[in-house]
């Protein structure tokens, strides 16, 4: 099946910085989302983006669906943000969602 | 409207009980999903359901789990004879058809004791 690898796999940040998470997968996507997984453990999402590029604030992501990979971008990071965040992509006629391993941000006051 | 609602929030067990997880789906969505997420797996897909078609079954773990949606809406996740392995969250997820944005709700804590 199809692998989706996310990195790095831990981000420590100072409130105000920037960052790059980053969604790799192995084959053709149908879909793509990026969901942030807060401390009580909601799955929110983020973007449903399968191609292009999409912003929400201090958020945005592009996929490069040729390419097979995705980025999100957080912008004056806040320790609200703080939290695990996923990529997950869906193939073909299956409609389950496969998940990366997830990025642990850890932004620090 | 209101999101994806489940029940119980956490459910604790005797290694070998039966237990039920409830899942509300936001309303008028067709297609209902339920995944899993431990700490050695991550989260994994379990079975999907999509309007009266035949639900895709293809990622429960064994036979001791099953599940059904009534009515194109409610649906409960049950797993017979319960194993310390089956400890996880258990999370649920509708969207308005099958291939599109999913919807997740808060998900079920089980621990088997």
């Known amino acids: 099946g199809i692998q989706v690898e996310q990195s790095p796999p831990d981000l420590i940040l100072q409130e105000g910085a920037n960052s790059t998470l980053r969604c790799n997968f192995s084959d053709s996507v149908n879909n793509l989302q990026w969901f942030h997984q807060n401390p009580w453990g909601q799955l929110i999402n983020l973007f449903y983006?399968?191609?292009g590029t999409k912003q929400n604030g201090r958020l945005s992501a592009t996929t490069v669906a040729t390419e097979r990979y995705s980025l999100l971008y957080i912008s004056s990071s806040q320790t609200t943000d703080s939290g695990v965040y996923f990529c997950?992509?869906?193939?073909?006629?299956?409609?389950?969602?496969?998940f990366g391993k997830g990025i642990t941000l850890s932004v620090r006051p | 409207g209101a999101g994806v609602s489940q029940s119980p929030s956490n459910k604790v067990t005797e290694k070998g009980k039966d237990v039920e997880l409830r899942c509300d789906p936001i309303?008028?969505?067709?297609?209902l999903y339920w995944y899993r997420q431990s700490l050695g797996q991550g989260l994994e897909f379990l079975i999907y359901f999509q309007g009266n078609s035949a639900p895709d079954k293809s990622g429960l773990p064994s036979d001791r789990f099953s599940a059904e949606r009534t009515g194109g809406s409610v649906s409960t996740l049950t797993i017979q004879r319960t194993q310390q392995e089956d400890s996880a969250v258990y999370l649920c997820a509708s969207s308005l058809a099958g291939g599109i944005t999913q919807y997740f709700g808060p998900g079920t804590r089980l621990t088997v004791l």
């Open positions: 983006i399968p191609s």
């Open positions: 309303s008028g969505h067709t297609a």
């Open positions: 997950a992509v869906l193939t073909g006629a299956n409609s389950k969602l496969t």
